[in-house]
C-alpha cells in the first residue's frame, strides 16, 4: 500500500475540517427564531464522539511511543525491528484514519445541517 496516497487523502480531510469550521450562519426562512434543538439520540452520538476521538488520539500516540520502545530496545533482531516498525505504521495508520473521521464526520454534519 502507497502511503502517501493515504497521507495526501489525510491532509485533505484535516484541511477540510479546519475549512468546515467556518461554517457561515444561515437564518432559517420557516423558523427564524430557531428553536430547532438537538434530538437525544444526536446529543448522545455527539457526546460518545467527544469521548471516543480524544481517547483514539491518546492511545494511538501511545502506540507509537510503544512502538519507538520496541525499536530502540531490538537490539538489533531482526524479528524485533520488524515488529516495531508494524506498530508505529499502524499507529500512524489509526491517526490519519481518525483524521479522516473527524473530516467526514464534519463533513456529513455540514451537508445534513446539524
Do not use: Q, R
Not at 22 to 37: E, M, S, V
Not at 71 to 96: C, W
Amino acid at each position: 500500500m502507497d502511503f502517501k496516497i493515504i497521507i495526501v487523502i489525510a491532509l485533505c480531510f484535516i484541511l477540510a475540517n479546519s475549512v468546515l469550521a467556518l461554517k457561515p450562519t444561515f437564518i432559517d426562512p420557516i423558523n427564524p427564531g430557531g428553536g430547532g434543538g438537538i434530538s437525544g439520540f444526536e446529543a448522545m452520538l455527539i457526546k460518545i464522539m467527544s469521548w471516543l476521538w480524544p481517547i483514539s488520539i491518546v492511545v494511538a500516540v501511545l502506540m507509537i511511543i510503544v512502538g519507538a520502545y520496541y525499536f530502540i530496545f531490538s537490539g538489533g533482531d531482526p524479528t524485533k525491528v520488524a515488529t516495531a516498525k508494524k506498530v508505529v505504521t499502524y499507529a500512524l495508520l489509526g491517526l490519519v484514519i481518525l483524521a479522516s473521521a473527524i473530516g467526514i464526520w464534519n463533513l456529513v454534519k455540514l451537508i445534513l445541517g446539524v
